[in-house]
């Protein structure tokens, strides 16, 4: 019998790539399936290439759409924000009524370290041993009033959630909305708008990355866990899973994409110099981690309990289809 799937943010980029797999691997289970669109077009476009599906309209902001759907559900996955507390106060809600597993999406920039906390050393974080480092963060770290809310469950008989926590995200989805991440494509729309390269400063910083179809292969794996009722997988207080599969500095990537821009034509040189002034505030758009950035991870939960192994291209060998897909997205021509 097909599980009863209450999925939002299905026609983002993570939340889209993430249903082509699930219903490319299990097409069975779409009659289903519940997904949360915000606008007719949307829900066509969903529709037309998965004409199963169910379509409930509405926004993050409407609590009561989000609590019947949870409530009417077996397991939900919240791909929408990882921000808004009143949609994920919403669902807990409903599940209340009902129990069920609960996949939700937060992001490494829970890790960033705040001003509570010295910035002398780099932080190494990991989800195994360290998971209470992960599940205490302080409260003004990004995403954490969210997290809050699905970690107060943790002594719940009846709801079982896991905390999905990637990094930078890069590589084409394969959903039928966006299928765009931000950090490594602004960087390459940004030099190339320049038409020359650039380095993001003295410190040369370090974050850790992930492939798109890899970050849905773990979603896939926690889903299978839940169907047949946890599974392998740890929920709750441990269910808290970082989602990496390697690392950069971020003037290292700077300076491959611009190198990769010079090869492809867009700029005349592969000379990259640090941004200074009104230049350099144009790159706060693209996020903290940025600057921000005496934190590392490594995800173990998600390989121990679940045989999660990334097996895509690496963040560098990516960069070539980033700086192409980000001349021809802008209409950027050759020099």
């Known amino acids: ?47 037309a290439t998965y004409p199963y599906l169910r379509i409930v309209y509405g926004t993050l902001d409407d609590a009561e759409v989000l609590e019947n759907e949870a409530a009417n559900a077996e397991i939900v996955l919240h791909f929408a924000s990882s921000d808004h507390v009143g949609a994920a106060e919403a669902i807990l809600r409903g599940l209340k009524k009902s129990g069920g597993h609960w996949i939700h999406t937060s992001g490494t920039d829970v890790l960033l370290l ?18 209470q480092q992960c599940t205490s963060r ?7 009033p969210v997290d809050k809310v699905v970690l107060a469950v943790a002594g719940s008989s009846s709801i079982q959630t896991a905390i999905v926590c990637p990094s930078l995200i890069y590589g084409e989805g ?14 390459s729309r940004l030099i190339l708008e320049r038409r020359a390269g650039f380095l993001i400063g003295k410190e040369d910083y370090m974050w850790f990355n992930v492939h798109i179809h890899d970050l849905s292969r773990l979603y896939l794996l926690l889903l299978e866990a839940a169907v047949t009722g946890g599974g392998e997988a740890s ?17 290292e990537l700077a300076q491959e994409i611009t190198n990769e821009a010079h090869k492809q034509g867009f700029i ?54 980033i700086v192409g897909s980000e001349a021809k997205r802008t209409g950027i021509g050759p020099e």
């Open 235 to 251: 929920w709750n207080s441990e269910g808290y899973y970082l989602v990496e599969s390697g690392e950069h500095r971020w003037n």
């Open 174 to 187: 394969r959903g039928l909305g966006n299928q765009r991440s931000m950090q490594a494509y602004e960087l």
């Open 1 to 47: 019998m097909s599980p009863k799937i209450f999925a939002t943010g299905t026609t983002g980029y993570v939340g889209g790539d993430f249903l082509a797999l699930l219903l490319e691997t299990h097409p069975e289970w779409a009659i289903s399936i519940t997904c949360l669109v915000r606008n007719q077009g949307r829900g066509e476009s969903l529709k």
């Open 268 to 321: 005349k040189s592969d000379e990259a110099n640090i941004l200074e002034g009104e230049e350099r505030n144009k790159l706060n758009a693209i996020g903290v981690a940025l600057w921000n950035v005496k934190s590392r991870a490594k995800a173990i939960r998600a390989t121990k309990l679940v045989g999660w192994r990334p097996s895509e291209r690496s963040l560098m060998d990516e960069v070539p289809d």
């Open 138 to 144: 302080p409260d003004s770290a990004p995403h954490r």
């Open 114 to 131: 705040q001003p509570s906390e010295s910035r002398k050393d780099v932080k190494t974080f990991d989800d195994w041993d360290g998971v």
